[in-house]
């Protein structure tokens, strides 16, 4: 069951995200506004979109789900599109979870790398040890555990923040290992104007201090969000063009049981595979 304050955390970061995309229609339909207004004809074309709302990814305030959920936000969704992606390799999605944080094991002056073996194409991270050991840590673990193979990608928004959301097992967005890891990097250069840049991966979390867990978002626009989501690595280009493929086929509607607008594409993880180099 969700408790008061879990819902009056969802409630407030849903009304947060409301206001973001209602400056962002703001915006979008006074530039349209003022260029009819300049044409010859003089005719006035006002623009709507569509408001997002709120799904949630890593930790415990879902409305909709259980005390294992995650945050992100999600969009409204766009048009159905044909599926860009291959059927998944054979195999099931490992249920296992952890009382605790693994033990730190990696060198955090080493160099890592993560590689999601898609079905719509391997998407590579370079991985930020020195800044996120925590985190870096926790995927090095779990991908040794084979606990992100054949899972699904669960989420992709497309209207006010631009991400592609994975590492539930359940992929339901209520998924985790078991144990929650500290924020890290919150400060890390990149995050400029309360934006994340494309090509950034995140934690997502229950906008709770240290809520991560085990889902995390691959920015592929620039996104307005405030420097709550652990950065823990950067996608590669060749994996960017992977990305944005996924984001064209759009994403499904909202999900009346979980709030998840689900991508047309099917994207799944056959693999995840952490190296040290």
Sequence with gaps: MVS??????QLAREKFLRQQQRRTSA???????NAAIASV?????????????????????????NAGAEVTPSASASSKAPDPCDKPAEGKVKTQTWKKEPAM?????????????????DIDIALKADAAPHTVNSFDFLAGKGYFDHTKCHRLTTEGIFVLQCGDPTAQGNGGPGYNIPDENLKDKSLKDNTYPAGTVAMANTGQPDSGGSQFFLVYQNSPLPPSYTPFGTVSEEGMT???????AGSQPADPATGNT????TVVIDKATVTKS
Excluded: H
Aim: contains cysteine.
């Design 4 to 9: 008061q304050e879990q819902r009056r955390r």
């Design 27 to 33: 915006r979008r339909k006074a530039r349209m506004r």
């Design 41 to 65: 004809l003089g005719v006035i074309l006002i623009g709507s979109l569509a408001l997002y709302t709120t799904g949630v990814v890593l930790g415990d305030d879902d409305s909709k789900t």
């Design 105 to 121: 094991t990696i060198d955090k002056s080493a160099k890592y790398s993560m590689k999601l073996e898609t079905t719509c194409g």
């Design 242 to 248: 992977v990305l944005k493929k996924i984001a064209s």
């Design 262 to 265: 689900a991508p047309n594409a």
